[in-house]
């Protein structure tokens, strides 16, 4: 890849702005086409690089001329654009396939239908003080900004299967899978098996001297290793098997062994809580031993993280009723640990856009925990079918200020509102920050 050649990016939102920057840094000519709006800060930071770009539109006769097509982890196959640009086979890569061209960092890359964002902020967190680490991916700023603006070492990837789709020699020193369930279906042709192909896509380049930490409880994980042979050395964790190379809990304590080198960390003073949460700390605290990181400043590190905003975070306490932000529980999995998680009758509210959801493995925690739910949707059909039997109380609303004062009245001191949607945020608001952010509010007016 050089100067002068022609490169669009498509999709003008915070990947497509960072490779934008990128490209223009190493000599592209450089188109930014977005089919819809670009937001304002995006537009000043185009005008102040000098950066061409087009909302509203395709120009299609500029973006068949393109050598190179970085394309918005958001934009499906089945659009016309993608379509036409197949058909002349023209390159599409993802934004963190184009960043990776240009840096000789070692990456960790973090991806999983669940915890990622904990274990991606968590892996960095331990490696930060010690290592010359940026954050990128998923999370914060692009990874193709970062390497345009400043040089670290190591970066800690969060990345998404739609991210993995579009990737040719993307290769990571160290590559965690936290777990795979279903998700984003609606993606990969309602076919589950394609959608699990492109989280293993993370492997894919790597060689003997690069690493797999993967959840070794996880049936979807453990099959596909049956059948599919990968170069990486593999290093699973487990809350329920030891292993002689591996990361396995025992006795409230982690125990990693790597090529017969072993370190013990106990969990008694851990900040994050739950089941799920110790594996993320697993994961996260595999990769720090393999990166060499001193077992004293693991703990420490561990001992003073402060968590993700938006996942199971503790907003307020009002007339002892615990308020619980859990918006970025975006698919089943992700509420199912939520209400595994919860130790009081809940008021739960839940609802977005469906991904082709089976809810049925919640139905022991509903009927469990459960005593009310408030569906925040513009189509609650299908939540009203699964659950209306379980519950005395179920409500249905088209706002957040509304579903928070439903709980309000619903919820006992003692008791806990939960939001944790298991679905897209996309049918009432701009995304699950969004979502969140607005809970947060409701709560605190109150």
């Not at 040719?168 to 042709?189: C, K, S």
Request: aromatic share 8%.
């Amino acid at each position: 890849m050089s100067g002068a050649e022609r490169l669009v990016v498509l999709g003008g939102g915070e990947s497509g702005i960072g490779a934008a920057i990128l490209g223009k840094k190493v000599g592209f000519e450089v188109l930014v086409s977005d089919a819809g709006s670009i937001k304002q800060e995006y537009k000043d930071v185009l005008l102040n690089h000098r950066i061409e770009f087009e909302e509203k539109q395709h120009s299609m006769y500029r973006i068949l001329k393109a050598d190179l097509v970085v394309k918005s982890p958001g934009i499906p196959e089945k659009v016309a654009v993608i379509k036409a640009l197949r058909k002349q086979i023209i390159p599409i890569i993802s934004e963190i396939e184009f960043a990776s061209n240009f840096t000789d960092a070692k990456l960790i890359a973090i991806t999983g239908s669940n915890g990622k964002t904990t274990t991606t902020s968590l892996t960095h967190h331990l490696l930060k003080d010690t290592l010359d680490a940026g954050l990128a991916g998923n999370i914060g700023d692009s990874f193709a900004e970062q390497v345009a603006k400043e040089s670290h070492n190591y970066y800690v990837l969060e990345i998404s299967s739609f991210q993995l789709d579009d990737i040719m020699d993307f290769r990571p020193h160290i590559a965690v899978i936290t777990n795979i369930t279903p998700d984003h279906l609606d993606r990969y042709n309602y076919r589950f098996e394609d959608y699990v192909e492109a989280k293993f896509k993370v492997t894919m380049n790597q060689t003997k001297d690069d690493y797999l930490i993967y959840d070794g409880d996880d049936p979807v994980i453990d099959q596909w290793l049956s059948k599919n042979k990968i170069k990486a050395m593999k290093v699973p964790f487990s809350l329920e098997r030891e292993f002689e190379n591996g990361t396995y809990f025992k006795d409230n304590e982690i125990i990693i062994t790597i090529d017969n080198n072993k370190i013990t960390m106990p969990t008694t003073n851990l900040t994050l809580q739950g089941k799920h949460n110790l594996k993320n700390t697993m994961a996260a605290t595999t990769v720090a031993h393999l990166l060499k990181i001193r077992k004293q400043t693991i703990r420490e590190s561990l001992e003073n993280f402060q968590g993700v905003e938006h996942r199971l975070e503790h907003v307020l306490k009002i007339n002892k009723v615990q308020y619980i932000n859990d918006s970025k529980a975006t698919n089943v999995n992700a509420t199912y640990y939520a209400l595994e998680s919860m130790d009081a009758p809940t008021v739960w509210i839940v609802g977005g856009e469906d991904k082709g959801n089976n809810y049925e493995e919640l139905f022991p925690f509903v009927n469990e925990k459960v005593k009310a739910i408030i569906c925040l949707g513009i189509d609650n059909e299908k939540l009203v079918d699964n659950f209306a039997g379980m519950v005395d109380i179920m409500v249905e609303t088209q706002s957040m200020s509304e579903a928070v004062k439903i709980a309000y009245k619903i919820a006992e001191a003692g008791e806990n509102v939960l939001l944790s949607p298991a679905c897209a945020s996309f049918d009432l608001f701009e995304n699950y920050e969004d979502r969140g952010r607005q809970f947060k509010a409701a709560v605190r007016q109150l």
